[in-house]
Every structure is written in C-alpha cells, then in structure tokens.
C-alpha cells in the first residue's frame, strides 16, 4: 500500500497538471484538440494517485504477478507513442500546407513581377 504522504503528494501535482493545461488552454496558448491528450493523462495520473491499491488490481487484470508497477510503464508507453503519433500528424499536414503556401508566394511573386515589367501599376492592397 501506497504511503498517504505519497498519495496525497501524487494528487496535488496530478491536480497541478490539470491546472497547467486549462491556463494553457484559458490563456490560448495550447488549443483544445492539442490539449486533450494531456488532460486525459492528468485524469489518469489523478485517479491512479487516490486509487491507492488501482496499480495492483489493474496488474492482476491484465495477468502481472510479479512486479505490478509494470503496468505504469507500459501506459505510460502507450501514453507517449500516442502522443509522438498525433504530433507526427500535425507535422506532417503543417509540412504540406507549408509547401502549398511558397508554392502560391511563387505564383504570386512572378505574376507581380509580370505587372511591373508591363509598366501597369502595382496592385493596391
């Protein structure tokens, strides 16, 4: 069994985590679908740290005898290839509009170019 100490300790900073990501999200500088990942990892962190014994039962449900914090591993495993997956997506769609968008500054920039060498006078914005 967990110490109180400890439990109460992991539950004040599981709640610091939640409190993080909600100023973070108050204050616009994460957004709401970058931010769910977090706050569901803050929910977990919170419910495992006042679930004294959840770490054992959660072990004898998926079959580990031996060494039950394994489980926090391999969640925690789970936790970050999640993470590195919805961020490689991000990437990824950010890599292309990117490359849309100089494609579009190109067009934009020859055609400007084109004006000034027939003499018309440049667009007006």
Same mark, same amino acid.
């Given at each position: 069994?967990? #110490? %109180? $100490?400890?439990?109460?300790?992991? !539950?004040?900073? =599981?709640?610091?985590?939640? !409190?993080?990501? %909600?100023?973070?999200?108050? =204050?616009?500088? *994460? &957004?709401?679908?970058? $931010?769910?990942?977090?706050?569901? $990892?803050?929910?977990? %962190?919170?419910?495992?740290?006042?679930? &004294?014994?959840?770490?054992?039962?959660?072990?004898?449900?998926?079959?580990?005898?031996?060494?039950?914090? +394994?489980?926090?591993?391999?969640?925690?495993?789970?936790?970050?290839?999640?993470?590195?997956?919805?961020?490689?997506?991000?990437?990824? &769609?950010? =890599?292309?509009?990117?490359?849309? %968008? +100089?494609?579009?500054?190109?067009?934009?920039? =020859? &055609?400007?170019?084109? *004006?000034?060498?027939?003499? $018309? #006078?440049?667009?007006? +914005?």
């Amino acid at each position: 069994m967990t #110490p %109180l $100490a400890i439990t109460i300790a992991a !539950a004040v900073a =599981s709640v610091g985590l939640l !409190a993080v990501v %909600l100023e973070l999200i108050r =204050s616009r500088r *994460l &957004r709401e679908r970058y $931010a769910l990942l977090w706050l569901l $990892a803050g929910v977990v %962190l919170l419910v495992f740290s006042i679930w &004294r014994d959840g770490i054992n039962t959660i072990a004898g449900w998926v079959g580990i005898r031996t060494y039950p914090p +394994a489980v926090l591993f391999a969640i925690a495993a789970l936790f970050f290839f999640a993470v590195l997956l919805h961020y490689a997506t991000v990437i990824s &769609r950010l =890599s292309d509009q990117n490359t849309v %968008l +100089a494609q579009r500054l190109a067009l934009l920039e =020859s &055609r400007l170019g084109e *004006l000034e060498d027939e003499g $018309a #006078p440049p667009p007006v +914005a």
